[in-house]
């Protein structure tokens, strides 16, 4: 009667141990997709500053150009879409977006000219 129970357990371990394995595999899909979107949205992040900067500095007179088409191209060069370019006193105001398969990452960013008169 006791060697009944015994052949109830038996495998079980192997059960628990695929599910074990399944479930570690599911926690790193899940982890490494976080941190795939959190290295997207750092660098919409810097193409954004980069993009404001350059728009900054055309305004200044050290880059030649025109403010927003400049920001255009910096982002385009980063893989980024300019969604928006405010040129308002001295400052420049940016909006970008840069889409990941299943979704779209926008950020903003503003740089100011400083020491000139406008």
Not at 42 to 54: K, L, N
Request: with cysteine; aromatic share 6%.
């Amino acid at each position: 009667m006791l060697d009944s129970y015994r052949n109830v357990d038996r495998g079980s371990g192997v059960t628990l141990l695929i599910l074990l394995l399944g479930l570690f595999s599911l926690t790193l899909l899940l982890l490494g997709s976080a941190l795939q979107l959190v290295r997207m949205e750092v660098r919409t992040q810097g193409i954004a500053d980069s993009a404001a900067t350059v728009a900054a500095d055309t305004m200044a007179g050290i880059v030649a150009g025109y403010p927003c088409e400049n920001a255009e191209q910096i982002t385009r060069r980063n893989g980024g879409n300019l969604i928006s370019c405010r040129i308002v006193s001295s400052v420049a105001s940016v909006r970008v977006g840069l889409g990941h398969q299943w979704n779209e990452i926008f950020k903003d960013a503003s740089a100011e000219v400083i020491g000139t008169q406008f």
